[in-house]
């Protein structure tokens, strides 16, 4: 099975809830370059929450823009700026995706350029495939290319810049762009860092960390979730707590724990944490459910005898 719009769904308690955002609104509706479906933890009374996950199905190439950091965004009056991760899903042959500029401009070529259009060209296009992972920090011009499937990752600031949108009609915020944005090449993509054998760091930077767990068939692992944490089925399936997990759903929790019973074709999830580094104990190996299950069947016999099991055991990851 492969992500379209249609496998993505809502996910209810009692590990966290995740409402899906409107496919229509004014600035994204199907008839858009951009679907997009923003996840949202939906509590009566709970705080702000400081990262936002997305997903986002392009099929024209999207504007060119910048979001700002959080000095600038404060001296705007909001809380903190947008920094964001992109984790490609799925891609067409030939997709791009930009992010910084091929060299240093001043603000006078920057002007120029965002006027007349011509900053497309200036941009650092990259080929983009499934599984590679892009970092956006606030300040940085970038652009999303036609034929993705992107999980992003971003703190939780909407504010965005545009600078050039390919002759679409919307507004657009060139004097507030050339404020805020780093007129330099950036580096952007991430290569995967293994912290154990299930463990991959994707990214970490100082708003968040981006994890992928790749969950071996028939295995039972316990989710420790000390910070706010976000979650997406990317391939297999399982169950987290009670609830079913199949690909394109998504969890929320935060100083939390879930039992994930893998599925017989494995399960991988990516793990978003509001933390600047992976988290020592967030994964552990449930021992005891199998060497029970082995122990029952090693030792069957008639109807109403116990069998106890072995001690429970697993190392923290």
């Known amino acids: 099975m492969t992500f379209d719009r249609a496998s993505v769904r809502t996910t209810l308690k009692p590990w966290g809830r995740l409402d899906l955002g ?3 609104s004014e600035e994204n509706h199907q008839d858009s370059p951009v679907g997009e479906i923003s996840f949202a933890y939906d509590e009566a009374g709970e705080r702000d929450r400081l990262l936002l996950l997305k997903l986002l199905f392009t099929r024209e190439t999207l504007s060119i823009q910048v979001h700002p ?14 920094s964001e991760a992109w984790y490609v899903l799925a891609a067409e042959d030939g997709a791009q995706v930009a992010v910084g500029l091929k ?4 603000q006078l070529e920057f002007r120029k350029a965002a006027i007349d259009g011509s900053i497309e060209g200036l941009l650092d296009w990259q080929a983009a495939a499934a599984g590679d992972v892009f970092y956006v920090p606030a300040g940085t011009v970038h652009a999303i290319g036609a034929g ?3 999980a992003e990752i971003q703190q939780r600031n909407e504010t965005t810049f545009r600078i050039w949108d390919h002759g679409r009609s919307r507004e657009l915020h060139i004097e507030q762009a050339i404020a805020v944005a ?4 950036a580096s952007s993509r991430k290569l995967p860092r293994h912290i154990t054998v299930e463990r991959s760091e994707l990214m970490s930077c100082p708003f968040f960390t981006l994890e992928r767990l790749n969950l071996p068939a028939d295995t039972v692992w316990e989710l420790i979730a000390s910070r706010e944490s976000w979650a997406l089925v990317v391939a297999g399936d399982g169950t987290i707590g009670t609830l079913t997990a199949t690909i394109g759903e998504g969890f929320f929790a ?4 879930a039992d994930i019973r893998v599925g017989p074709d494995g ?8 933390a600047s580094a992976p988290a020592i104990g967030l994964l552990r190996e449930v021992i005891k459910d199998r060497l029970q299950s082995d122990f029952a069947d090693a030792n069957s016999g008639p109807a109403g005898v116990d069998v106890t099991p072995s001690s429970p055991s697993g190392a923290s990851l």
């Open 254 to 257: 935060e100083a939390d724990r």
């Open 69 to 82: 950091d959080d000095a600038a965004a404060r001296s705007m009056g909001m809380e903190s700026g947008k």
């Open 22 to 24: 409107p496919w229509a």
């Open 103 to 106: 060299r240093p401009l001043t």
């Open 182 to 185: 780093r007129l330099e090449p």
């Open 267 to 274: 399960i991988v999830l990516l793990i978003a944490t509001a």
């Open 148 to 150: 993705l499937v992107i």
